[in-house]
């Protein structure tokens, strides 16, 4: 079973930055696509980003291109979401996601979940 602990989510003003980091537990991370997905209050959840298990293929929501990046350190076992120029509307419980599929459809999935880390943009 792989296990995925997250950190780096907590409160920000608009415009400011985070950085959420997911840990992943086993042998096989290189082997994953990798992804972030996020839930408001009262809608559904979506995926923000994806990458594949080398690195080299990524997907950003729109909502989310040319502000955030996500990336991988596969010695570590462990990828990254950089969110930039942050805005109200990004607030959320983001959730890392391991072995994620049909990324960029309008039903992406995955079979390892993170617990979920709150961020929180402020006006």
């Known amino acids: 079973q792989v296990q995925l602990v997250e950190s780096g989510g907590g409160l920000v003003q608009a415009g400011g930055s985070l950085r959420l980091s997911c840990a992943a537990s086993?042998?096989?991370?290189?082997?994953?696509?990798m992804g972030w997905f996020r839930q408001a209050p009262g809608k559904e959840r979506e995926i923000v980003a994806a990458?594949?298990?080398?690195?080299?293929?990524?997907y950003y929501a729109d909502s989310v291109k040319g502000r955030f990046t996500i990336s991988r350190d596969n010695a570590k076992n462990t990828v990254y979401l950089q969110m930039n120029s942050l805005k109200p509307e990004d607030t959320a419980v983001y959730y890392c996601?391991?072995?994620?599929?049909?990324?960029?459809?309008?039903?992406?999935?995955?079979?390892?979940w993170g617990q979920g880390t709150p961020v929180t943009v402020s006006s």
């Open positions: 990458i594949s298990g080398g690195g080299r293929s990524t």
């Open positions: 086993g042998r096989t991370f290189s082997s994953y696509t």
């Open positions: 996601a391991a072995d994620v599929s049909a990324w960029r459809t309008a039903q992406p999935s995955a079979n390892y």
